[in-house]
């Protein structure tokens, strides 16, 4: 369970950096309250670009499909007014930030959201036993199904959604801890592995 407002995101791009001019093709961000998706913007961009043959085939987003989408100038406004000043989150965050901010500047807009949470990093920290922290083999090792096929922007978040509810929900049953926010799952984030356990177990007093 997550007690505060958490917007879950996903990015599918045309390759792995802003910097070498790859751009979004896809958008997912789920509102995550009370360990439930009770909101969701998904779309499809036109930011204009070839789509990469090997993209299409990884994900199945076609040139067709996003050249009939709403252009970039208008998904990027949306979205930055959906996802807000709540915290925002993201497997493997860093790389969908620098999505986010970057075609977020090339519009001088700039995001609000007050903290960043890696559900991929906070996997490694909580469950450090696990072989694999990919979303597909960790949702497998988890339990958590996959809705539709994987690498497209709304499965993949709603996957990591769950894998994020999963992660609060085994910090109250192990730790004892009633109130899992932001700010504790950034402070997590932080943390070397073998230094997560002794710190949940001091948290535990504190968020009671």
């Known amino acids: 369970m997550l007690d505060q407002p958490i917007v879950m995101l996903d990015f599918e791009t045309t390759g792995l950096s802003p910097q070498n001019g790859d751009r979004i ?17 998904v779309s499809l961009v036109n930011c204009r670009v070839r789509i990469p043959s090997f993209i299409t085939g990884l994900t199945g987003i076609t ?14 406004p949306a979205l930055l007014d959906f996802i807000g000043s709540d915290a925002l989150s993201a497997h493997n965050a860093s790389f969908d930030d620098k999505f986010l901010r970057a075609e977020a500047a090339a519009l001088g807009l700039t995001p609000r959201y007050q903290a960043l949470v890696c559900s991929l990093k906070l996997s490694r920290r909580v469950f450090p036993e696990l072989g694999s922290y990919k979303l597909g ?37 192990t730790y004892g801890i009633t ?30």
């Open 63 to 76: 040139q067709a499909m996003v050249d009939s989408a709403p252009p970039v100038e208008e998904v990027m």
């Open 179 to 208: 109130q899992v926010d932001p700010a504790l799952l950034v402070s997590v984030n932080k943390l070397a592995a073998a230094k997560v356990a002794q710190f949940l177990r001091g948290a535990q007093s504190n968020k009671r």
């Open 25 to 41: 093709t896809e958008v997912a961000a789920l509102r995550i309250v009370g360990g439930e998706v009770v909101e969701r913007y």
């Open 137 to 173: 083999l960790l949702s497998d090792a988890l339990g958590i199904k996959f809705p539709s096929a994987a690498h497209r922007a709304e499965a993949d978040a709603e996957v990591a959604a769950q894998v994020l509810v999963h992660i609060g929900q085994h910090l109250r049953a």
